[in-house]
Structures are given as structure tokens and as C-alpha cells.
């Protein structure tokens, strides 16, 4: 018997032992053969390793296409990692991923930073302004559906039920749709389908689905926003891309309620997103700023803006009366050294690394956030189990990014 990577598992390997989820959901059992479709769902619910029969560990040799591109790619991601220790044992695993990544997709490649395009800097520059005075205004980036907050309601009472909350989504017919080509996707990985918002709360859970119908309820009231600033495409794959991450190493801590961590990374953006609608001139500065001096957008933001679009995204969550752990996780998944005792802000901050690091759209940014020692010591998981999640993350996205584009 051996353990092995689930990079490394082919179909027809018969498994050694029972594999479960992070939640100790059975997934296979002793003996079973895995076949394309069971490999799909070890990835899909965060498997990172198995125990199979008669094979032996290796990563195997590197095919001579990859390897001929591997010193270039590289080099590209290291411009992208410019910001962060090369010799931290996780920023290292994950650049190698990154590169061999590249080198097996064939040119032309993505723009290294400083080949990324820069919006024209207004003139004159605005002033920086106050987060209050910004949410005392109408938010002109559109408007929440009514779905919305009464799901909030349903989060905030403790008498509600799921009869309840599937009542309030079933009587939406689009939120419907969405929601169970979501539950037939391979995002869940389910083998029977559903065809009932009834049937996907008993499946999936109440809270899961709730969170999901939330998420899925704000990505789809966001239009509007200048495209000189965001290609809205590019920014809501790299919110999903942060949402999948999130809930496969929430799967990994053994987090109850996964799902509302898939909605904080679907949300983590929304200051930002905020920041491009009400102030779109700071948003051109911002991100020409950012180009031009080599750096963060988020780490000039409060210079010219006034404040972080972490603390905006946040306080629009709060005056939404959103669940306190979502507010929280949006608002501090740049600074999770600053919630000792939970490793929640470090799991959002490390996958809107994973979001940025391979390039899955982007809302502004052209490098890979820095994160520091602490939040990497707070995620507590090694850098095999982070590279694992960057695996899993890229096949999951691919299927998910479809049902919650803001366009139909």
C-alpha cells in the first residue's frame, strides 16, 4: 500500500483504504477502482492524497516540452512573485506550479506586469475621501434583488427552517435555474441529479445553499462599472477562483458550513468593485499608480482613496446586515495576522493568493499579493496541501465560472 498525490492517481488504481472528505463524508471505499469521473470528485471535495495498491511515488519525469519552456516560465512567474520570499517553503512549491503551469500551456503567455496595460491618469488627480461619506451615498453599481435580504432574514432568525428558505428561493425563478445547474455541476460532484430546490437543500444542506443563493444573488446585481477599469469577466473569475480555493482548504480545517467560504471569496472584492463604481477617477489612478511604481493596487489605496477596498467591502456588508463571519472574512483577508485564534482571514488571504498567483482574471491587481510569515503560519497546512488546493482550484473553475456571469 501506498499514499500517493492525487495528481499522481490514474483511473484503474484500486484504492488501499476508505477515502473521506474533510467533513468525513465517504467518498470511496477499500478496494473500489477509480475510474475518470471518481477522480474528478476526489478534486472537487479537496482529496489531496489516497492510499492505492502495487504503486509507487514519483512525481515522474517532466515532459521535454514543459521542460524546454520551464527556465522562461519561470522567470514570468517570478515577476509576478516579485513581492514575496522566494525561499519560504510555500511561496517556492507555489511559484514551481505556477511555472510548470505555464510552460505546459503553449504561447502566446499572459503579460508579465510590466507589460500590463495602465488606464489614463485623470487630471487633476482626486482627493482622497472618507469611507463614510462614500456609503452615505447611493451605491450607482446597482441594486440588491429582494431575494436577497430576505435570505439574509432567513441567516439572522433562528425560528427559520429550510422549508423557509427554500420557499424564498424557489419563488425566484432565475436564482432557481442557477442554483441547480450549480448542484448538477461538477462543482459538487453529486452522482444523482437534482431537480428541486427542495431536493439541493436536503443534499447539500440549508446553510450551504443559502449562502450559495446569496452569493450567487449579489454577483448578478453588479453592472455598470466602467470596463476602462474592469473587464467585469475577468473580475468575477477571479472572485470564483478566491470562492473555490477558499472552500476546498475550508474543507481541509474540517470547517462546518464550507460554503460560506466560497461566498467571502466570491465577495472579497466587493470594496474594490465599490471603489470602481462610486469613485471611478481614484480607480484610475489607483491602478496607473500601481503600474507605474511596481506595486500593490491595495497597498495605494489608502493614500488615494482614503481607505482599503478590504475596510469598504466590509462596512457594505455590515449595512447590508450580512453574517457577522462574512463581513469579518472579507474585511480582513489582507491582514490576517490580525485574528489570533482563527485561521479564517488566513484562508481568504491565501486564496486570493492562489486566485492571483496563475492569473484566473483579475480585479486590478498584476502581482501576487505579499503575504507575511504569520499568515502563512495562521493558515497551519504545508505546502503541498497549498499547491493541492491551486490543482483542484484550476478544474473547479472552469465549471463553475459559467453559471454566475453577470450576463446571461
Known amino acids: 500500500m501506498t499514499r500517493i498525490s492525487i495528481t499522481d492517481l490514474k483511473p484503474g488504481m484500486r484504492v488501499a483504504d476508505d477515502i473521506r472528505d474533510g467533513n468525513g463524508r465517504l467518498l470511496f471505499k477499500c478496494g473500489d477502482v477509480l475510474s475518470p469521473a471518481g477522480l474528478r470528485i476526489l478534486k472537487i471535495w479537496g482529496v489531496t492524497e489516497a492510499a492505492v495498491i502495487g504503486e509507487e511515488d ?17 522567470e514570468r512567474t517570478r515577476a509576478h512573485f516579485v513581492l514575496h520570499d522566494p525561499a519560504n517553503p510555500h511561496v517556492a512549491a507555489l511559484m514551481r506550479h505556477c511555472a510548470m503551469r505555464l510552460a505546459a500551456s503553449p504561447p502566446p503567455w499572459p503579460a508579465t506586469p510590466g507589460e500590463a496595460p495602465s488606464p489614463v491618469r485623470p487630471d487633476p488627480a482626486p482627493r482622497p475621501v472618507t469611507l463614510e461619506s462614500v456609503l452615505r451615498e447611493d451605491m450607482r453599481f446597482g441594486t440588491l434583488p429582494s431575494v436577497f435580504h430576505r435570505l439574509v432574514e432567513v441567516v439572522n432568525d433562528p425560528r427559520s427552517s429550510a422549508a423557509d428558505a427554500a420557499e424564498i428561493i424557489s419563488k425566484d425563478t432565475d436564482l432557481s435555474a442557477r ?16 431537480e428541486t430546490i427542495t431536493r439541493a437543500v436536503s443534499i447539500i ?10 452569493g450567487v444573488s449579489v454577483v448578478t446585481a453588479f453592472r455598470g462599472v466602467p470596463q476602462d477599469l474592469v473587464d467585469m469577466r475577468a473580475f468575477w473569475t477571479h472572485s470564483i477562483a478566491c470562492g473555490v480555493a477558499a472552500r476546498i482548504l475550508a474543507g481541509l480545517h474540517r470547517m462546518s458550513n464550507s460554503e460560506r467560504f466560497f461566498v467571502a471569496g466570491l465577495l472579497h472584492d466587493l470594496g474594490r468593485l465599490a471603489i470602481y463604481g462610486q469613485l471611478p477617477d481614484h480607480g484610475r489612478l489607483l491602478l496607473a499608480e500601481a503600474r507605474a511604481r511596481g506595486t500593490t493596487v491595495r497597498s495605494l489605496e489608502r493614500d488615494i482613496v482614503g481607505f482599503t477596498h ?14 457577522v463571519s462574512l463581513e469579518r472574512n472579507v474585511q480582513r483577508h489582507h491582514t490576517p495576522e490580525s485574528s489570533s485564534g482563527s485561521c ?8 486570493d493568493l492562489l486566485a492571483n498567483a496563475p492569473g484566473y482574471g483579475t480585479s486590478g491587481e498584476v502581482l501576487v499579493p505579499p503575504l507575511s510569515d504569520e499568515g ?6 504545508p505546502p503541498g496541501a497549498v499547491v493541492q488546493t491551486a490543482n483542484q482550484m484550476e478544474y473547479q473553475v472552469l465549471e463553475i465560472i459559467r453559471f ?5
Open 58 to 74: 514519483g512525481e515522474g519525469d517532466m515532459p521535454p516540452t514543459v521542460a524546454a519552456r520551464f527556465d522562461e516560465a519561470m
Open 179 to 194: 442554483l441547480l445547474r450549480i448542484a448538477n455541476s461538477a462543482y459538487y460532484g453529486l452522482r444523482a441529479r437534482i
Open 205 to 214: 444542506g440549508t446553510n450551504q445553499l443559502v449562502s450559495l443563493a446569496m
Open 310 to 323: 478590504d475596510e469598504m467591502g466590509g462596512a457594505i456588508l455590515r449595512q447590508w446586515k450580512c453574517p
Open 344 to 351: 479564517e482571514p488566513a484562508i481568504m488571504a491565501v486564496s
Open 376 to 381: 502563512w503560519a495562521a493558515l497551519a497546512l
Open 404 to 408: 454566475l456571469e453577470t450576463h446571461d
